[in-house]
């Protein structure tokens, strides 16, 4: 069997602060990481909205971000995806 690796990382500079997503995708399925996902919101609608996510790192340094993704998580019922992360976003990039 053919194995498909697929690999993107996208590093925009944006008023001197960087934003980071990146995506993969292998016949395991996809994985996500958004470097700055502030509330999360965007990483629960990939979650739950893409066909064939089975992990999404969601992170960002604020402690406010990280509590509110952790809710936003919990709330739509995708913590088996959308793992919540608080480190700063040009160690996880």
Same mark, same amino acid.
Do not use: W
């Given at each position: 069997?053919?194995? #498909?690796?697929?690999?993107? &990382?996208?590093?925009?500079?944006? +008023?001197?602060?960087?934003? =980071? ?8 399925? $996809?994985?996500? #990481? !958004?470097?700055? /996902?502030?509330?999360?919101?965007? %990483? ?9 996510? &089975? +992990? ?8 406010? /971000?990280?509590?509110?993704?952790? &809710? +936003?998580? !919990? ?5 088996? $995806?959308?793992?919540? %992360?608080? !480190?700063? /976003?040009? #160690?996880? =990039?």
């Amino acid at each position: 069997m053919n194995s #498909l690796h697929v690999s993107i &990382k996208l590093i925009l500079t944006v +008023n001197g602060f960087f934003l =980071c997503t990146s995506v993969e995708q292998t016949d395991d399925g $996809i994985t996500i #990481l !958004e470097g700055l /996902a502030a509330s999360g919101l965007r %990483s629960v609608r990939y979650a739950l909205e893409i066909a064939g996510v &089975k +992990n999404i790192t969601a992170n960002d340094i604020s402690a406010d /971000a990280y509590k509110m993704m952790q &809710k +936003n998580v !919990e709330h739509n019922n995708v913590q088996d $995806i959308v793992k919540p %992360s608080q !480190e700063d /976003a040009g #160690l996880v =990039c």
